[in-house]
């Protein structure tokens, strides 16, 4: 710096004179375009946006409003809401923290900035922001949603699992469940959507019992599982999750493992406590009406759960030697042990439920007993048999079909299997008993020749994608699109299953037509081949003639009205055998089915 | 009343005036009020006189997740508001034990030298205009002006960046942003010789800036003076060089000092901290293209993330002092306590009402500008 | 259908005029739907909706082939429709035809009526081959395309009902 009191020279002052030759700095009038990344008005494509109200919870000025658009479409199955942002300027900071926390990515901010009005119009500071921008010109997207700035963990904590030669030897439940860490990571990445829960059957508190899991309370968790579902370690292993297809992560992401930490809490708590806290739940006296629910599965028990709860004596009438339905007689013990799944029946026959097994209705005890001896029924058979192809040579005896002998395997533990054996059929049911088979021909032949044949394309398998990929990884052989023809016979021995190739073809509405390559036949070696196409129920036999022909049907199944009461004003029927085979709608038909009862009987009650 | 009764009574002899400077006065930076008790044009007594920018910030804060805050707290202090982003971040970052990837501390760097210069340009210009000269006002806020421009490009917001948050920043640098850098700081080291013409060799400028305010290195001291006020009174301290932070430690810059304390002792300070920063932002701009790597170590979902239990003290060097945050933690989702020690705490209250009196009326903004006093820092 | 199928055949074999021949079609479809009818009651109860829905579809395919007979340019319309090729999926050709005395599930019911229209479409195309060419041949092949149409329609049901796990 030089030195300040040196006066310089008078002629200092003309060194401003070199201004005139510089470059005059002019700015427009007009607002100019604003930066890449700029943080202006907000802007959400209406088609991606899923109404999940992470934006309205992440915004520290409580700018958002989510309102009801109704052209929008609502669909709870598939996580969709027809909800959007509408955003207050007066309130918004532009901080652009509901960008970064949006799941869908719908959501960022554009380039445009300006907005003026009188005092009049000052409402217009409040607007639902869509994909052109607050005055209907788009001006380009400012800041938008970065890996680096997405404040969302999209990847899943990774389920251990035995890996495959370790288990297909053996029929020990495979994965090893969440540990503490995971468990807790995995719960904090939920948003607290609440679009699980309305995906969910039976209305299940997903988001409460993550947020307890999260912060620590298990037992708050299984309080809040408890609250729409008794089949708790049954479902944290093997139900459908609906739940999961909906969750708002897994729109860009993998979704929560919402199933999982079902399974982390209900483990995490003993099965004496689980019994105390649902205890707390009894009703205090006995209302001195008797139901008698007909299967103790899943829908049979839920409903005898809840009806025991609210002082009601129910007995459960089961015709195998003991409880449980499909997922004791149908799922394989490596996914859901049997152990898990007394436990859960446990706990319900603490709350009061008195099952008798091998009392088939229809044999020791008929319908007409069970109408007279008790103040209502329910009808929770499932869907016990299998579907045949009926193609020639089916009728041999080493065809079966696949629930047949997963019951049989539950019943005896093994059975014998030769050394080869083909599944019809692409949906679980197939994949379970493929992999049951698999590792009894490990046990019993020291090596795996199991193929699994579909007219279905892979990606079209009805089965989880995780089980196929299972399956394959145990050694299981898929074969898809190609459809059976013949289960070939030479002198009274089995040989083989012969298939032609499918080409698949949709028609006009999508429905699945099968096309046939006659060209194209291979013919698959068999000593057994399985059956797993289709599930049916036998109720009309069961009921009776007489009360089969009184009762109201509906497309082969009995007819229910949205309770599940059927014409006759005493039978109410749950479950599989009215809604098709998934066990997380057979426990919410049974919460639907036990409410209808007890207001009926409740009704009875007041005017007794 | 009858003449008998009257008495009469002496009152003091009054000769003291009482102006107020504030809160809505050109001559006080931001919503301010100082009282002044003036006899003739001598300032015989002053009171500092704030609360108008109380906003309530401390408490908001905890009643906000910990992510929402990082909105808030550039708004504390109005013309320099990323070390308050920086601060808050490393508070949050030293309790959760967060580390930040090397290249997200040299973007800090790089956003706090620029804030830096924008500051002590909008800072020129205020203490140019309190002694009539306007011109410097407008190019000191013109300059600034490009470099909010560089803001807009590479945070998205041009005085609220809200750029960084807990772990690092939130995005990456745009294409051929550092090659923007480069030229917008040649051109205000190009403009400096004009400065230095219009303004800092101001032979008028000088003659009232000298003398103006001197704060002795004890009285300093004792009231906590920090940053540019106390660099100014002889004691070189600087939390960048004496508790180095980010990656300080890697660049070289000096400390600039001055010993007479005056206002202008205090704007050749500012000056020379200037060209430090310039200096800074090209050694921070040449290493950037080597240092890959991710930008911000992820934190948990942020609706639900806890920062465990405990307590922490950041500081960093804003252009006004050591800006410091104070920050105690519950292992809740929110804050339990943030205190924000604003540089401008120290120097704008009792130091301002030392410094006033016994000066003349006209010198009264002048020594507050020259403090580079924020009141929204001593509010919150 | 068993009966009086040959006579069908023998209905058909020497008439020469498109408006006879469609007349006699329908009395076919006719029959159909009557026999479905008087299947209903001996079925049971579970399984009424389908047979009703089978005698439904055959009153449909009469009505289309009314509606055809009375057609201004009705050679030109089968000429046309002849033209867009009609694939035979053969999905249920392997499966054995069940006593129509012993239907005792959906799954019995539907093979029955698809042996049926198979059948049918089998002696349309006999029909068609054993005819020279000319007018009444192609009205023989349309007709045989329309059984495989019918044919198709219960293919695609049989297989929602038998083949995708019970009905989802």
Not at chain 1, 378 to 406: F, K, M, N, Q, Y
Not at chain 1, 407 to 422: A, D, L, M, N
Not at chain 2, 326 to 333: R, T
Request: proline fraction near 5%; charge should be negative.
């Amino acid at each position: 710096m030089s030195d300040y009191n040196d006066e310089g020279s008078l002629l200092r002052p003309l060194r401003a004179l070199s201004f005139l030759g510089r470059p005059a700095v002019t700015e427009p009038l007009e607002p100019r375009l604003a930066a890449e990344g700029y943080r202006g008005f907000h802007l959400n494509e209406h088609a991606e946006c899923v109404g999940c109200s992470s934006c309205q919870k992440i915004c520290d000025n409580a700018a958002i409003t989510m309102v009801e658009v109704p052209e929008l479409p609502n669909d709870e199955a598939k996580g969709i809401r027809n909800l959007r942002p509408a955003v207050d300027y007066g309130r918004c900071c532009w901080c652009a923290l509901c960008v970064d926390i949006c799941p869908t990515g719908s959501l960022s901010l554009s380039k445009e900035y300006v907005h003026t009005c009188t005092q009049e119009e000052i409402d217009s500071y409040f607007m639902l922001p869509n994909e052109t921008g607050m005055h209907g010109t788009f001006y380009g997207k400012g800041w938008q949603k970065t890996e680096t700035s997405d404040l969302l963990d999209l990847q899943r904590q990774e389920m251990g699992e035995r890996p495959a030669e370790l288990r297909v030897d053996n029929f020990d439940e495979i994965v090893d469940g969440f540990t503490p860490e995971q468990a807790m990571a995995e719960a904090s990445r939920c948003v607290q959507c609440g679009m699980c829960h309305d995906a969910c059957p039976t209305g299940m508190d997903a988001p409460e019992y993550i947020r307890s899991i999260y912060e620590g309370d298990l037992e708050q968790a299984v309080r809040w599982i408890y609250q729409s579902n008794p089949f708790s370690h049954v479902c944290g292993r093997v139900c459908t999750h609906r739940c999961e297809d909906a969750c708002s992560i897994g729109v860009r992401g993998t979704p929560l493992a919402i199933r999982w930490l079902k399974r982390y809490a209900m483990d995490g708590v003993s099965h004496q406590r689980i019994q105390e806290i649902t205890q707390e739940q009894r009703a205090a006296e006995s209302t001195g009406h008797t139901v008698a629910v007909v299967g103790a599965g899943p829908a049979g028990l839920t409903t005898a759960w809840d009806l025991a709860r609210k002082g009601h004596k129910v007995v459960v009438y089961e015709s195998r030697q003991q409880p449980g339905g499909m997922p004791r007689y149908g799922i394989p013990e490596y996914r859901l042990p049997y152990e898990m799944l007394d436990r859960d029946i446990e706990t319900i026959t603490a709350m009061g439920v008195e099952i008798r097994c091998g009392e088939e209705v229809g044999k020791q005890v008929t319908m007409e007993q069970l109408q007279q001896e008790y103040d209502a029924v329910v009808l929770a058979i499932g869907l016990h048999l299998g579907r045949s192809t009926r193609i020639p040579g089916s009728d041999h005896a080493h065809v079966r079909s696949a629930v047949e002998l997963l019951r049989q395997v539950t019943e005896e533990g093994t059975i014998e299997v030769p050394e080869e054996v083909v599944v019809i059929g692409g949906g679980n049911v197939a994949m379970d008993i493929a992999r049951t088979v698999a590792r009894l021909q490990r046990q019993q032949w020291g090596g795996v020749k199991t193929v699994v044949t579909a007219l279905e394309a892979e990606e079209n398998f009805l089965a989880d994608p995780a089980e196929i990929r299972e399956a394959a990884e145990e050694g299981v052989t898929i074969c898809p699109s190609r459809g059976p023809q013949e289960c070939v016979v030479e002198a009274g021995q089995l040989q083989s299953l012969r298939t032609w190739g499918v080409c698949s073809i949709f028609d006009q509405q999508g429905r699945f037509a099968p096309h046939y390559d006659e060209g194209d036949e291979q013919c698959h070696p068999a000593g057994m081949v399985i059956e797993a196409i289709g599930q049916m129920s036998n109720a009309d036999q069961l009921l009776g003639d007489m009360l089969t022909e009184r009762l109201e049907w509906d497309r082969g199944r009995l007819q229910v009205c949205e309770n599940g009461r059927t014409s006759e004003t005493w039978l109410w029927a749950a479950g599989d055998c009215v809604n098709g085979p998934d066990v997380v709608h057979a426990v919410a038909d049974g919460h639907r089915v036990a409410t209808s009862i007890d207001e009926v009987l409740r009704g009875a009650l007041k005017h007794a | 009343m009858r003449a008998e009764n009257y008495q009469q009574i002496n009152h003091p002899p009054s000769h003291a005036f009482e102006l107020n400077f504030g809160p809505n006065h050109p001559g006080i930076e931001g919503n301010y009020a100082l009282q002044v008790q003036v006899e003739g044009d001598t300032v015989v007594q002053a009171r500092a006189d704030g609360g108008y920018l109380h906003r309530g910030f401390e408490k908001l804060m905890e009643q906000r997740l910990w992510i929402q805050n990082i909105a808030l707290v550039p708004r504390i202090c109005v013309p320099d508001p990323s070390p308050m982003e920086v601060c808050y971040s490393m508070a949050v970052e030293q309790i959760a034990g967060i580390e930040v990837p090397e290249r997200a501390q040299w973007i800090r760097v790089m956003q706090l030298e620029l804030s830096r210069i924008a500051a002590h340009l909008f800072t020129f210009g205020g203490h140019a205009a309190t002694t009539g000269m306007y011109s410097p006002m407008f190019w000191g806020v013109a300059d600034r002006d490009l470099i909010l421009d560089l803001f807009e490009e590479f945070t998205g917001g041009r005085i609220y960046s809200i750029y960084n948050l807990p772990g690092g920043v939130r995005r990456e640098l745009p294409e051929g942003f550092l090659q923007r850098v480069t030229d917008t700081l040649d051109y205000i080291e190009s403009r400096l010789p004009d400065y230095d013409d219009l303004f800092f060799k101001n032979r008028v400028f000088i003659k009232r800036a000298k003398g103006v305010g001197v704060t002795e290195q004890a009285m300093a001291l004792e009231y906590g003076v920090t940053g540019p006020n106390l660099r100014a009174a002889g004691l070189p301290f600087d939390v960048r060089r004496d508790d180095p932070y980010l990656v300080y430690e890697q660049l070289e810059f000096e400390v600039p000092t001055e010993e007479a304390g005056d206002a202008w002792a205090r704007t050749l300070v500012r000056r020379s901290e200037l060209i430090e920063s310039i200096r800074i932002v090209r050694q921070v701009v040449a290493a950037l293209p080597d240092i890959g790597g991710p930008l911000r170590t992820p934190i948990p979902n942020p609706l639900a993330w806890r920062v465990p239990a405990g307590e922490s003290y950041a500081r960093v060097e804003s252009s006004k002092g050591e800006l410091a945050y104070y920050v105690v933690s519950d292992g809740s989702e929110k804050p339990w306590r943030v205190h924000v020690r604003g540089p401008s705490s120290m120097h704008a209250v009792q130091v301002l009402e030392e410094l006033v009196k016994g000066g003349r009326i006209e010198d009264v903004a002048q020594t507050m500008f020259s403090l580079d006093a924020c009141p929204p820092e001593v509010d919150r | 259908m068993r009966e009086g199928d040959s006579g069908k055949s023998e209905r058909l074999r020497h008439l020469r005029s498109l408006t006879e021949i469609i007349d006699v079609a329908i009395q076919f479809e006719l029959a159909a739907a009557e026999f479905y009818q008087q299947l209903q009651p001996q079925v049971s109860k579970p399984l009424r909706w389908l047979v009703e829905s089978l005698a439904e579809e055959e009153k449909d395919h009469a009505e289309r082939l009314g509606k055809l007979r009375y057609h201004p340019d009705l050679y030109q319309e089968i000429q046309q429709q002849i033209e867009t090729p009609v694939t035979n999926l053969r999905f249920s050709d392997g499966l054995h035809t069940p006593d129509p005395k012993l239907l005792k599930s959906d799954q019995d019911v539907l093979q029955y009526a698809l042996s049926r229209e198979r059948l049918a479409m089998e002696q349309y195309r006999a029909l068609a081959e054993a005819t020279e060419p000319g007018e009444v041949k192609e009205l023989f092949q349309w007709l045989a395309d329309e059984e495989i149409e019918h044919k198709s329609e219960l293919e695609k049901r049989y297989y929602a009902l038998v083949h995708r796990g019970g009905g989802v």
